[in-house]
């Protein structure tokens, strides 16, 4: 058996070719197999016809079709996001030019632990992160490190916070924040957050005052830019006089929202973001980028000395005096896959103009499909979108009817819908993140509920 070709090197250019042509021929007909946003039959009919396909992952003898067997079989049973009744969760179609400049991240692999492993590549995060942090906070020298997603970033978040308290810190959270703050502070050994209340989906001024004045020591308040139930924005502004008043650190998680920051129409939904000590970001959400795509941006960069560490083998200090750039404290992780490739690339294809169009056409997307809601009589919408997620009910359903209809939509693969609880009822969720989504494809999925929901 012949030694198989690198992806990378002289021959890389030539063995790659050949295998990309075997991909998109195997995409397409996983793709045209499924025939919808996702394989029909639920999860033991999917697992089934994969085991079929896929067979002994590890034969005794060579299998020279497997990249056509394995990527085929995985299109036909994945939910495909691409899809516009692909609307259930903060998963993006992702761009075709940042997935092209995915392949090469994965052909030079470098990894951002030293600099000799990825001399461009720190250098181009470098860029790239500074670019993130004057976004977010502009005017000011911040900066920004690359994260796996929201729940890293909100975990390096508290970390900091932590550090920068000397080692405890008191998190105060909205009901609506993401799953992952709470578990960072488990993670971390913080006391147990103080949740506070949020009626109207929305963490409340009024109670979060309250809450501070009744706690001393260092306190960490985490407001949402977007919730992943609704979509909804806490109130910033007000979020962060509290926070300047009590003198109490704050952290805003906007993974979802963050994106609305390239909107000229819609950027002033985050004002008060720049009043924050950290912010999450995540553009494999409203970003159109491939997992994994976080940032957590940083207002003031000596926050990041807490993360100092010293490997020789990595980091020798006469390497890093003389010059060699110190990638330790850039991240909880060692070994690191240059994410950020994808993401300049698109930054600078698209500009601020080009995802600012994205970002709009997706909310305005979610506002028609709202005007059409509210105008079928045999559906009730909760409330307009503020972002781009929608939540919607038959008006006759009880939640159990609304459960099953979301069931049967995912097990005879005609639709993907998410599921909230807001105001003690469940509702239907789309998010739409699919940015050329057409009006028919909102009255079909409409229609597809419709179908669904009748007894």
């Known amino acids: 058996m012949s030694t198989p070709p690198l992806a990378s090197g002289p021959e890389g250019p030539g063995a790659l ?24 039959g639920g999860p033991t009919a999917v697992a089934a016809r994969l085991n079929a396909a896929v067979g002994d ?3 005794d003898s060579p299998h020279p079709d497997a990249l056509h067997t394995v990527v085929r079989a995985l299109a036909e049973g994945s939910a495909d996001p691409a899809d516009p009744l692909c609307a259930a969760h903060l998963h993006c179609p992702p761009l ?12 030079l692999n470098p990894s951002l632990d030293s600099w000799d492993q990825a001399p461009a590549a720190s250098a181009l995060e470098a860029l790239v992160t500074r670019t993130v942090a004057d976004q977010v906070f502009p005017g000011r020298a911040g900066d920004a490190l690359v994260t796996t997603g929201g729940t890293e970033a909100n975990q ?3 970390l900091l916070a932590r550090e920068a308290h000397g080692g405890s810190v008191q998190l105060f959270c909205g009901a609506n924040a993401h799953h992952s703050l709470m578990r960072a502070a488990w993670l971390l050994g913080l006391p147990e957050p103080i949740i506070v209340p949020a009626p109207a989906g929305t963490l409340d001024p009024a109670a979060l005052d309250a809450a501070l004045d009744s706690v001393t020591g260092p306190r960490l308040v985490a407001a949402t830019a977007g919730t992943t139930d609704a979509g909804l924005i806490d109130p910033l502004p007000e ?5 300047r008043a009590h003198g109490t650190r704050l952290h805003i ?3 979802y929202g963050g994106t609305l920051l390239f909107s000229d129409r819609r950027r002033t939904l985050l004002d008060g973001l720049d009043a924050a000590h950290t912010v999450t970001l995540d553009l494999h959400k409203l970003g159109w980028q491939p997992v994994a795509a976080g940032f957590l941006a940083v207002r003031d960069p000596s926050d990041l000395t807490a993360l100092h560490q010293r490997a020789d083998y990595l980091n020798a200090d006469d390497d890093t005096e003389a010059g060699l750039p110190d990638l330790l404290g850039r991240s909880l992780r060692t070994t690191r896959r240059p994410d950020i490739l994808k993401t300049a690339v698109t930054l600078k294809t ?6 600012g169009a994205l970002v709009d056409a997706v909310c305005e ?16 919408l909760h409330d307009r979108p503020t972002i781009s997620t929608v939540l919607f009910r038959p008006v006759h359903a009880d939640d159990t009817t609304v459960a099953a209809v979301r069931r049967r939509l995912l097990t005879d693969g005609h639709a993907v819908l998410g599921r909230a609880h807001r105001g003690g009822r469940l509702w239907l969720k789309a998010t739409l993140l699919h940015p050329h989504t057409r009006p028919e494809d909102l009255a079909a999925l409409l229609k597809l509920v419709e179908g669904h929901a009748t007894p």
């Open 17 to 40: 070719r050949p295998l990309l042509d075997t991909v998109l021929d195997a995409l397409d007909a996983g793709r045209r197999a499924r025939g919808g946003p996702l394989p029909a």
């Open 57 to 59: 992952v590890l034969p």
């Open 239 to 243: 979020i962060a006089a509290l926070c």
């Open 253 to 255: 998680d906007a993974a």
């Open 365 to 380: 997307r979610a506002e028609e499909f709202a005007d059409l809601i509210t105008a079928h009589p045999g559906f009730e």
């Open 156 to 158: 390096l978040a508290l």
């Open 350 to 355: 698209l500009g601020r103009s080009g995802l």
């Open 96 to 107: 075709a030019v940042a997935t092209a400049a995915d392949l090469a991240a994965s052909a």
